[in-house]
């Protein structure tokens, strides 16, 4: 493909800039040896009660969900969540860890415009972005609150490109996430998986453009 023809690089937040399990240091701490397990549950709970919102057409913030996801995450580990704890978690969820790459990455990338595209909502990815010091690198913060349409939906990427002034075609879009990058590779997103797990490819017929282990491989891009 011609990179050339690429106007916009658009990142996911949770799992591509930011490490969801960098909350386990905090859940260990409230709850002594869990930690691995309960960050595990609350990951898969989140994006399960995601699809299941969009799936039912009963929107909630990401912020809800999460929290919601939280509290099952602890039970499922019989472990009791008093208000302390489930406030902290969710602050926590609020100061996510980038991986190591991302800001040099990111500064090195300033000649295309930037934008984050996340199923979180702006209570939630506005202050992680912030709290990182990537702030000022992105064009746009989109969030699917807006729509109120939850990623993989056709409708949550259309909105995203409108957003951008752009066409799909000319769209790079970068997720850790298999799930996330078939359904923008639905839309028409050129995408990049930056698959950090190192994962079989998602039996969805909708193989990424491009796959890389981390998003130094997007300088590549330029």
Sequence with gaps: MNKNGIKALVFDAYGTLFDVHSVI?????LFDGKGVEISKTWREKQLEYANLHQIMG?????YQITNHALHYAVKLHDEQLDKRAENELLKAYLQLSTFPEVKDVLTQLQDKKL???SNGSHDMLDPLIKQSKITDIFDQIISVDEIKQFKPAVASYKYAAKELKV???EVLFMSSNGWDISGAKNYG???AWINRQNLPIEEMDMEPTIIYHDLTGILEWK
């Design 58 to 62: 009963n929107y909630k913030s990401f």
């Design 189 to 191: 997103f050129h995408t």
């Design 167 to 169: 066409k799909p075609e």
């Design 25 to 29: 240091e905090k859940c260990n701490e």
């Design 115 to 117: 934008a984050v595209f």
